[in-house]
């Protein structure tokens, strides 16, 4: 496995998670653009945010806007997605992708489950 996400949990709504990304072995996450994925049970997977090789937001999806934010520590390999105020329409497993740009490929993680639930 290359991509890892980790920070997954249950919290009770109004809470807020750190959901971390973290390249490993041969893939370097600098200089190319991660995208986060949720995917709710009986539901499509839904990409919820971009972020660019050059560490622009270019992507926030209506559902997450002013909510959910993504940002990169080139140190440590790894991107973050910060969710706050959460709501238990959150509730999903949650997967960061690495994005190609030269062959419109992704490079999938696992997956961590986020439960938001009183």
């Known amino acids: 496995v290359q991509l890892v996400e980790s920070g997954g949990g249950f919290v009770p709504p109004g809470e807020y998670l750190t959901l971390s990304c973290a390249g490993s072995?041969?893939?370097?996450?600098?200089?190319?653009?991660v995208v986060w994925f949720r995917q709710a049970p009986g539901k499509e997977r839904e990409g919820l945010s971009c972020?660019?090789?050059?560490?622009?937001?270019?992507y926030n999806a209506n559902s997450v806007k002013g909510r959910f934010t993504m940002s990169r520590e080139n140190d440590r390999n790894t991107v973050y997605l910060q969710m706050n105020n959460l709501k238990p329409e959150d509730t999903a497993v949650y997967y960061c992708?690495?994005?190609?740009?030269?062959?419109?490929?992704?490079?999938w993680g696992k997956g961590t489950l986020v439960t938001v639930s009183s």
């Open positions: 992708a690495k994005y190609y740009n030269y062959s419109g490929a992704y490079e």
């Open positions: 972020l660019s090789s050059t560490d622009t937001i270019t």
């Open positions: 072995g041969e893939s370097n996450l600098y200089g190319y653009a």
